[in-house]
Structures are given as structure tokens and as C-alpha cells.
């Protein structure tokens, strides 16, 4: 499928999601080793998840459970980072259910892959990413809720001696004409050994109430809001340990020898013990873990250290970028004929550092072996199944006896969605080396979060823009210089033809008329650890190609929204939020002095979204934005509130990584250890936001990640109109500093 998405001109969501999943299932038959259909662990879904309630639970489903004071528990085979994933899918169940929206409750579940698989990836895999949470939910969680009503009919009927069809059911509560009635948990118990319905009728889109429902309130926001919700940081276990690693200062160096007396003689100090992720310093208590930490000595063999700085690796980029690509993502046309033929070229340069994923929570997870010789591991289980079979394989345990509790996660962006088990593993090789005689949990502190790699690539983009004797673009080049996501991983599969997919997303796509263009790539050889981060290609393609794309039109003498309509279908989903983006924006109207607008648009994920920011200068070479206006096709909204919850968050994470985030090596080692150097976006900083979504009947689609590609070229377009300068190089300050 690789070579027909790089031929052509504009990719269809619906075929780059096919792709996707095929590199997915190519990357799993590639042999991840992970095992397909564990079973559950008990009779109840509610054994392989995370249990809230002691009260009795009825299954009706592996999803969903309803106890017997008609509380409705969901099983969500969606993870939650704070996304509202949760929130999404007991939408769903309540929709069809018709259930009491104050009885939801959400827990992850895991632990049976058939029934929890992520469609989005093929159901060969549980997991939590590219944002597909409501993707992959949107049927199989709506025919759960409406299974489960028709059995709580079927046993109301029973029941009262009456018709089914009599029955109606509305907030939790079944009623029937003769003046009977009950709430589900009167009949919970009879209604769970009702024969499954085979293929129930769902709802019309005109009997909705809570799916499209604006004004409907995340059942999970009190609990957030006064401090009752749970994290893997708040698990408390009786007997249960903490550790704290001691991880190589140099990516790719391991440990020599090392002499933990001093640590061993402290107080609270239980063990220091090697794992083959470096060493884990185990105490009664964190800080006497980490006091411990302090006194430990270690020599390191660095034989296999990357030891090269930032601007040593930034230089090779540089070099690199102005060399032919090794592979060729895109080709269409002959953009060579038409450069030499051209009436203007405008060529740029843009430099993208590494960026943290800085996540509130940093990692963490608990592992602890229980007296039946089952193995509980509590954590951000991102990746279940494959968090599952490592603990086992560590343990020396069936993958089945292992218990993953799926807890809710302080963010995450893609950072907790790793292939070798990261912080989980270490939980269990800590755990085991001390013979599980007590839990452990091994905490990061932030400096570890930020140390320990993992971060979104660093990248050179080398572009060429042909323009003819009308203004019309005709030639297009660009030249990706940067590190795979996926070589080397369960995912290598995913490079076909020497092109990494997650490297050219958002490049090799573009939604604009362009008759000759080349998109190509040269992947180098770093050893620093990067990983997929919010948005993932599309957070350095996007601000390459919207940013080049306003100099061109400036090039032309065109207006930079009149630029982009010209080269797009005018009733495709890009115009119209482009086109809804301006209108809302009042484009056309001049600002107030002192204010300057900026434009992009970006597709990622199934969802395209159009940003248009208003910034003002700050006097001293600097800017302040100040509004931002969003337009989003995201399919259909199950919940609006929570697709501008998403807008806006994902605006706010994009703009503090452009504004001034970036991770940075001296000789090999990472300068940056916390938010006094690492700077996400402070609050004084976050502009007024305004959300505006296209109404859409089609299933729902990405909403996660895409408000954040767009945010760093719209500005950036505004600042050049504010203070005269390109921003080709991020972030910002080393721009508008230089």
C-alpha cells in the first residue's frame, strides 16, 4: 500500500488509515511476539481492570457491568491520559442504554485482546494512540449499551408478565404503561443471564440525547476538580516499597560495576539491586530512595555512548538536508522540469529541536506478586498487551497470570505507548530481584522524566517553492532530514522503501493542488531515544509546509487564505474549515493597531483543522498572541465540550512548544531537568481561544493531537506580519533572538 500513498496527490483519510492499520499488522506479523486472545482473569470482566467498587457486579458484557444499586460500570478498552476517552465511550454506553448519566462509571480493562483490541489498528493490538480512542469505539461500545438494555427489558418483562415492547425505558428506569417500574439495579442480576442479543437496532441520530449533547459535563470532573481521583502516583499497597533508578548519563551506555555500601547503610534503605535498565535504589519510602540514589557510586562502560551534542547533530542535519534524500516518500510530476522553467523560486531552511513530552504525571508504576502466584502490575498501561506479556516473561509466569490495573494517567502525549515496557519493566525487575516479598513502586522524579529519552525527533526541513509568470504554484520540494520513530521497534515493519511514515506524515499529504512535487527523506543513524509525541509527523510538517506555503503566497502577491482556496477542492473538508476558520476570524476585517493575523491548516489523524492566531508585538523583538480562532472537522462530535477541551489543550501544548521548549545535549547528556529550563506554556501566556466545529455526519474521527500541528505556522505567519522576521528555526526565542 506504501507505493500508491506516496504517488498520490491527495491521500483520502479513509486509505491513510488503511495504511496505518496494514503497517500496524505488518509490524505485529513482523513478530512482536505478542500473544492474540488472553482470556480474562475471572469470571468478571471487572478481574482484569481497575475495581472501584466493592458492591456486587453483574456482567453483561465484557464491557460493561451494572451493580445492584444500578450503578453502570463501563470497561473501557480505551486508555485515559486525560483526553476524556472515558468520558467519550460511557457517552456511548448511556446513549443506548438510556441510562441515569450520574450513575457512569468508567475503569480500564485489559487482558483479552479479541474484545478489546483497537479496531483503528486492526484488533491485533490493545492500545491507546493516534488518536483513535472514539474511532475504534464508536460501534462496539454503542451495541454494548444497546445490548444490555434490551436484556434489562427482557427481565423487567419477565418479571411484571408483560410484553417487551411495552416496556420503555428513559434515566435508568424501566416503566411499563400499568404503573410498574424499577431501576436497573432492581433487575441487574436476572437481566445479566438473558441470552445476548445477536444484533440489536441502535438509536437514530434524531432520538440522541447525550451523544452531540454540548452541554453535557464529564462525569469524571468532581472527582478531578477535589482530589479524589486516583493515579498510578496514589497507590498505596500495604508493605509497599519505593525505587528510584539510577539510569546511564550518556543513551547507549551501561553499567560497568557499581558500589551501593554507602547507600545500604542509610536508614530505610532496603536494596540496591541491577536491572538491565540501569539500578533501581528500593526504600520504605521515596525520599530515603532517593538519598540512597545520591550515595551510590557506579562506573559506566560508554563503549556504545552517543556522545554528540545538539549542535554538532544540527550541523550534520544541515549537511545532509542540502544533499539528495536517500528515499523518496512523494513523487509527482516532474518538479525538476518545472523549477528550471519557473518565474520564482523561494527556497527555506526550517530546524526543529527534540522536544520532551513533559506530561504532569511523571512515570511511574507498581508491580507486586500476589500469595496465588498471579502478578499485579498497576500503571498507565498505554500498550496492555504488551506491558502483560513482559511482566511475565520477567516473572517467569504466564502472560494469563499476569493483572494489569489500567489507572488513569496525569498525560501522557505518547510517551507511556512503548515497545520495551520502560517504567513498567522496571517495576517488576525491582519486584523480583528483592523475591516479590513486598510491592514496589518505581517512581521517576521529573529529572528522570526529562533525562531518560523518548523525546519527538529533531528535524531540518530543506523546502523549494516554484512559482509561474500568473503566481500559481507549480513546483514543490522538500527535503526531511531526521531520526525514525519506528526503526528498530516492534513497528519497523512500517518503513517501506526506506521511508518512515511518521516522518513524512502531514508532508507527503498535502491537501493543495501542486502539480510537480517531491517529498524525501534521509533518515540518520542518532542515539538518542525518540518516540511519537502529540500529533507526531505533523508537528514539524505542518510548520514547514504552512509557514513556506504564506512565503509563497506572499511571493505571488497573494492573500494568504485566497492562496490556499485556490489550490483546494472548494466543497472539500479542508475549504470549509479554512473557509469557517476566516469567517469566524473576520479575516477580511482590518485589526486594531498593533494586531496581526497568521493562517494554517493541517490535516492529521482523520481531522483537518484551520487556526487563525491574532498576536501583538511586544515592543523589545518579541510577541504576545492573543486570540485564536479554530475551525475542526472531526466527524461527528459525541462530545462538543470535550472536542473544544481538546482544540484548546492541544493549542496551549503546541504553542508552549514552539514558544520555547526544546531539549538540548552537551557532549551527549541532556542540559534540560525540569520546568526551569524545560518551558512549557505558562498560563499568563495562553491565549483566548475560540472553537468553532464543522457539523458532520461521518463517524468520528481524530480529536486528540490535530489542534496542535496548526498553532506553531499560524503564528508564526502573524509574527513575520508583527515584527518583519521569518521563523524558520524553533523555538521561537532562538529565532527572535539570533
Partial sequence: MIPKLMQSVALPTARIEASRRQFLLGALAAGTGIAVGYRLLAASPVAAAETTSTREAHSFSPYLTIDGDGKVTVLSSQFEMGQGSYNGIATLVAEELDADWSTIDVIGAAGNVKVYGNIAFGGALQGTGGSTSMASSWERYRKAGAAARAMLVAAAASEWGVGAAEITVENGVLSHPSGKSGGFGVFAAKAATMPVPADVPLKQPSDWKLIGNAGLKRFDSARKANGTEQYTIDVKLPGMLTAVMIHPPFFGAKVKSFD?????????????????????VIGEHMWVAIKGRDAVTVEWDETAAEKRGTDELMSMYRDLAKKPPAAVARKDGDAEAAF?????????????????????????????????????????????????????????????????????????????????????????????AIGFRAPVKVQWTREDDMHAGRYRPAYVHSLKAGLDENGKLVAWDDHIVGQSIVAKTAFQGMIQNGVDPTSVEGAHNLPYAIPNQTVGLTTTEVGVPVLWWRSVGSTHTAFAAETFIDEVAEAAGRDPVEFRLSMLEPESRHAKVLKLAAEKAEWEKPLAEGRFRG?????????????????????????????????????????PDQVRAQVEGGIGFGLGAILGEEITLTDGKVDQGNFDMYTPLRIDAMPKVEVHIVPSANPPSGIGEPGVPPIGPAVANAAYKALGKRIRVMPFAKSLNA
Fill in 260 to 280: 551501593a555500601s554507602a547507600a545500604k547503610a542509610l536508614k530505610g534503605v532496603v536494596d540496591v539491586v541491577e536491572t538491565p535498565r540501569g539500578i533501581a
Fill in 340 to 432: 528550471a522553467s519557473a518565474a520564482k523560486v523561494i527556497e527555506g531552511s526550517f530546524e526543529f529541536p527534540y522536544l520532551a513530552h513533559a506530561a504532569m504525571e511523571p512515570l511511574n508504576a507498581v508491580a507486586r506478586m500476589n500469595e496465588d502466584g498471579t502478578l499485579e502490575v498497576w500503571g498507565g498501561h498505554q500498550f496492555p498487551d504488551v506491558y502483560q506479556r513482559l511482566s511475565a516473561e520477567i516473572a517467569g509466569i504466564a502472560p494469563e497470570k499476569v493483572r494489569l490495573n489500567v489507572m488513569k494517567s496525569g498525560g501522557s502525549f505518547g510517551r507511556r505507548a512503548v515497545f520495551d515496557g520502560d517504567v513498567v519493566v522496571e517495576s517488576v525487575y525491582a519486584a523480583k
Fill in 599 to 639: 493562517v494554517a491548516i493541517a490535516e492529521s489523524f482523520g481531522s483537518v483543522v484551520a487556526e487563525i492566531a491574532e498576536v501583538s508585538s511586544d515592543g523589545n523583538g518579541g510577541i504576545k498572541v492573543e486570540r485564536v480562532v479554530a475551525a475542526v472537522d472531526c466527524g461527528l462530535a459525541i462530545n
